[in-house]
T-cell receptor, first 108, second 114 residues
Framework: KNEVEQSPQNLTAQEGEFITINCSYS?????LHWLQQHPGGGIVSLFM???GKKKHGRLIATINIQEKHSSLHITASHPRDSAVYIC??????????FGQGTRLTINP | DSGVTQTPKHLITATGQRVTLRCSPR?????VYWYQQSLDQGLQFLIQ???????AKGNILERFSAQQFPDLHSELNLSSLELGDSALYFC?????????????FGPGTRLTVT
């Protein structure tokens, strides 16, 4: 079993839909990162959180430390949101462990 | 634009060869992280340098090595290349030495070993 599991692996939705991507982890962590990887390969850091909730534009990330679970939500989804979303956790060591990614496709 | 630069963007080389990938962090960032992304393994942490010193090591093969120079740029050296080393190699930088801070990713170097 991987330390970081994301679901779903693939998600296709229509423009305007509310999107939720989930990340579960099995180790104690001090930080969780959500990353976005564009079709061209570039990676952008969306959020880093250790508790609670963060919001940036149409993106919201939440984390429940007790349940070892985080969610990334996208409101009013748009085709430009199509990308791979990757969850990564920092455990005790100075390194990130990555989930396998969720491939999101938003159709117009 | 994250402010992190990586060169070259693409690299095609043959098995058994050696290559050097270069990364310049954002101005003021002291940490550089190297990651490998292959099709079957996803993103994996290789190694971290902080202010010139190795800080953390991940799944880095003995054929690979890295260093961070006084001007804080970093190089990842890959030797005795195998077909399985074909991957995207990213570096990322952050201000401090802990992975609990946001990291800024470079555009990546796509390595193809033939």
């Amino acid at each position: 079993k991987n330390e970081v599991e994301q679901s779903p692996q693939n998600l296709t939705a229509q423009e305007g839909e509310f999107i939720t991507i989930n990340c579960s982890y099995s180790v104690g962590i001090s930080a969780l990162h959500w990353l976005q990887q564009h079709p061209g390969g570039g990676i952008v850091s969306l959020f880093m959180l250790s508790s609670g909730k963060k919001k940036h534009g149409r993106l919201i990330a939440t984390i429940n430390i007790q349940e070892k679970h985080s969610s990334l939500h996208i409101t009013a989804s748009h085709p430009r949101d199509s990308a791979v979303y990757i969850c990564a956790v920092k455990g005790g060591a100075q390194k990130l462990v990555f989930g396998q990614g969720t491939r999101l496709t938003i159709n117009p | 634009d994250s402010g992190v630069t990586q060169t070259p963007k693409h690299l095609i080389t043959a098995t058994g060869q050696r290559v050097t990938l270069r990364c310049s962090p954002r101005s003021g960032d002291l940490s550089v992280y190297w990651y490998q992304q292959s099709l079957d393994q996803g993103l994996q942490f290789l190694i971290q340098y902080y202010n010139g010193e190795e800080r953390a090591k991940g799944n880095i093969l003995e054929r690979f090595s890295a260093q961070q120079f006084p001007d804080l740029h970093s190089e990842l050296n890959l030797s005795s290349l195998e077909l399985g080393d074909s991957a995207l190699y990213f570096c990322a930088s952050s201000p401090l030495g802990t992975a609990a801070y946001e990291q800024y990713f470079g555009p990546g170097t796509r390595l193809t070993v033939t």
